[in-house]
């Protein structure tokens, strides 16, 4: 019988997982060592034993036969109580789930450590009367020991003084103190610093009162689990129904019962304000991440929380992977973000992820949102979630009043400018008034979809239902199927010459405000203005402080900020991410414009919102003029069931990248027949993908549709399989669930 051999990752850290060892696994546990499995491994030239982690397991010795030595034995982990276990057996999971390789999903799941080190306060303490003290001087200056004089005299002042600042201020070094110290007249006293974000505030006690739909939520979620019952939550809560307050609530709960919560929140904007209300209430035992902190920073924060130091962790996806020992609850708030799910591979989503650690973990995973996803909202209805609805503001408003403004009307009249009359008019309404304005620019989709200013008309697919995107050759083409036809420059509906791509920008936004409207102080947010670490704490405060009446930006400004005094948000342009060549088109569409809406009036002061759009009649504009989630949920899951789209069915894109175009195709057309030799529902392409070519790498895309999402993870292993045993060029090849 050959021998099987497992490559073993040690001391769980980035720069080991990049180099993991060979051992041979003894006879009494082939059957059990695979891929994620927990061992116990001999480990340098004097064997001391460790632990590693399996990540691959061949019949093919790496090295001499001679050289390989055996696993010890096999040791089973507490997945509730040992988050590294934790961790490694959700990286095997999203392997298995998503693709690539263990270690692409080691590197996601596990803090940084190797690189970075420990941070150390010292401080420098006199342990001698002031008699001894003056004595030690004078001897230190009778042999011109300057930098000693100079640390005792500052000592005869203050008697403890810390090391960095005294090692600055008065210009000395650790040689300095080693004699002073050996001699007793001094004491070095050493602790961990934390690199702290500097955002924490203490706690006030105070916590608002629930209204009777908040707690009717927080019963319930209370009376489950303290029954042990995790099923997820979805909390449908229109835009100031108070979800945080609902969440908040919950955390404290968990937290009572000495366990820990994450809450993941889409954009680094909400950090700020988010860590605010929080610190507020539950004081340092909070914690935040985002991309913006240092290495360092990132890495004592994941210390505290394996510490048991922290209770909560804010912050986007990476935050899921904090080594909590005792998780309780992940919180997923504006859960229909797109920004849940990675960009690179794996490509998990968040929200799957969090709740396959929430089931390792024995933990309940909450989501909410005023515009759920298509697919939460589809599986709540089917009883996978618990649902929960919040149908009211907490302030006594009510939602905002909408007014939809319809470009072509505009441009019949005249107006060419980006302000409609409605939005200008209002603007100055509110400029006399000493409110505030928000001007959403939505640049989702800027890509190339072609429209008409004239009639609205866009160029689709007729094979797809997804807009056509314009090439640079002059072709129009659908990255779905790779349909194609020429570009006329003509409307094919109205005849107008007003048609192609729509360019925007928030600089030209802001020139224009500025120009329209002299006087008004304006702040721009967007990826230009927030380079920096603290840019988006700065901005939003200066906005919060009224010390700006206008702000202008992305879908970074309108993702669950609060302003009291926002009164008027203007939606410029409805139609960016309407027609993207993207089946969710419509979804995303109806989320940004629903939330955009909801940044106005949610105080004591009535809102309105302008939406100006070529598009008035699109169920995604208008369901979303109404605030009616569910008007456009039955239109958007009709249109899912008729192109069997996710969630009615389950989607793998493949991505397959080569600097060889003709290579890249090769590849592609292989996998696509590997997969039509499955039988899946439909397989479409290859074609060329939405960005054919980036950097001199060509891209090509298949789709293949089936409703057993099992089955699809079974084609993706086939082609990773027949990828390693067949090297067909040099090309790349991705996987993506659910696209």
């Keep these: 019988m050959a021998n099987l051999y497992a490559d073993v990752i040690i001391e769980i850290s980035h720069e080991k997982l990049d180099r993991p060892f060979q051992y041979r696994i ?25 632990k590693g982690y399996v990540v691959s397991v061949s019949d093919t010795p790496a090295i001499e036969e001679y050289r390989i030595k055996s696993i010890i034995e096999q040791v089973i982990p507490d997945y509730a109580h040992e988050p590294e276990a934790q961790l490694v057996a959700l990286a095997v999971w999203m392997k298995h789930h998503y693709g690539g390789t263990l270690i692409q999903s080691l590197k996601v799941v596990l803090p940084v450590r190797a690189t970075i080190k420990q941070k150390e306060k010292k401080t420098i303490r006199l342990t001698v009367g002031k008699d001894e003290l003056l004595s030690t001087i004078d001897q230190c200056n009778k042999k011109h020991q300057k930098a000693r004089a100079r640390l005792l005299e500052a000592l005869l002042e203050c008697p403890e003084i810390d090391y960095s600042l005294a090692a600055s201020r008065l210009n000395i070094t650790m ?47 209370i009376a489950d689990y303290d029954m042990g019952f995790t ?37 680094i904007a909400l950090t700020f304000q988010t860590v605010m209300r929080l610190s507020k209430r539950f004081g340092s035992r909070v914690s935040y991440l985002h991309s913006k902190l240092s290495a360092g920073e990132k890495y004592d924060q994941f210390e505290r929380a394996a510490k048991g130091e922290i209770d909560i962790m804010i ?15 992940i919180i997923i708030d504006e859960e229909h973000e797109t ?6 591979m794996p490509k998990y989503h968040a929200r799957e992820t969090a709740i396959e650690r929430a089931n390792l973990a024995g933990a309940t995973v909450v989501m909410g949102s005023a515009t759920p996803s298509i697919d939460s909202y589809f599986a709540a209805k089917r009883g996978e979630f618990r649902l929960y609805e919040l149908k009211e503001r907490i302030s006594n408003n009510g939602l905002p009043t909408v007014h939809v403004v319809d470009l072509r009307e505009e441009l019949r009249r005249g107006n060419l400018t980006i302000f409609s009359d409605k939005l200008r008019s209002l603007m100055e309404d509110r400029l006399s008034k000493h409110e505030q304005i928000m001007l959403f620019l939505n640049r989702r989709g800027m890509a190339g979809f072609v429209s008409c200013r004239k009639c609205g008309h866009v160029c689709k697919c007729p094979h797809c239902e997804v807009s056509l995107s314009l090439h640079r050759n002059g072709s129009l083409v659908c990255h779905y199927c790779g349909y194609e036809e020429k570009f006329t420059h003509i409307c094919p509906k109205c005849g107008s010459k007003y048609i192609g791509t729509m360019k925007a920008g928030t600089e030209q936004i802001e020139e224009a405000v500025r120009k329209a409207f002299p006087n008004a102080r304006v702040l721009r947010m967007d990826a230009d203005t927030t380079k920096k670490k603290d840019d988006y704490q700065k901005i939003l405060s200066t906005f919060a402080d009224g010390e700006a009446d206008i ?66 009649e699109h169920y995604g504009v208008a ?30 894109k493949i991505l397959v990248e080569d600097a060889d175009a003709r290579e890249g195709k090769t590849v592609a057309t292989y996998m696509a027949k590997l997969a039509e030799y499955y039988k899946p529902k439909s397989t479409i392409g290859p074609a060329p993908d939405s960005i054919s070519k980036i950097k001199d790498v060509y891209r090509y895309v298949i789709y293949i549709k089936d409703d057993d999402y099992e089955k699809l993870v079974d084609i993706k292993d086939k082609m990773e399989q027949w990828r390693q045993v067949n090297n067909v060029g040099k090309s790349t090849v991705q996987f993506d669930f659910d696209a």
């Design 175 to 221: 040689a300095t103190l080693k004699p002073l110290a050996e001699k007793n007249i001094i004491a070095v006293d050493s602790e961990v610093a934390y690199r702290n974000p500097k955002m924490l505030i203490e706690a006030d006690g105070n916590k608002k009162n629930l209204t009777e739909a908040q707690q009717k939520i927080v019963n319930s979620f």
């Design 315 to 329: 912050g986007p996806r990476s935050a899921l992977f904090t080594p909590f020992a005792r998780l309780g609850l």
């Design 26 to 50: 003894p006879d009494h546990l082939r059957e059990s060592i695979a891929p994620g499995a927990r061992v116990l491994i001999p480990f340098g030239n004097g064997g001391r034993t460790i």
């Design 551 to 616: 702000l202008i930006g992305t879908q970074m400004i309108v993702k669950g900020h609060d302003f009291a005094n926002v009164t008027l948000v203007g939606i410029l342009a409805a139609d960016l991410s309407l027609h993207i060549n993207d089946y969710r088109s419509a979804e995303r569409t109806f989320a940004l414009l629903t939330q955009a809406a909801g940044r106005a009036g949610r105080a004591d002061r009535p809102g309105e919102v302008v939406i100006q759009t070529y598009s008035p």
């Design 623 to 652: 369901t979303s003029a109404a605030q009616d989630y569910n008007k456009f949920y039955e239109e958007e899951i009709g249109y899912r069931r008729l192109g069997g789209y996710p969630p009615i069915s389950h989607m793998l």
């Design 339 to 344: 920004s849940y799910k990675a960009e690179n």
């Design 231 to 267: 099923q997820p939550c979805l909390i449908h809560g229109v835009t100031g129904s108070g979800k945080t307050e609902v969440y908040m609530e919950l955390m404290d709960h968990v937290i009572k019962k000495g366990r820990q919560a994450i809450m993941l929140i889409p954009e």
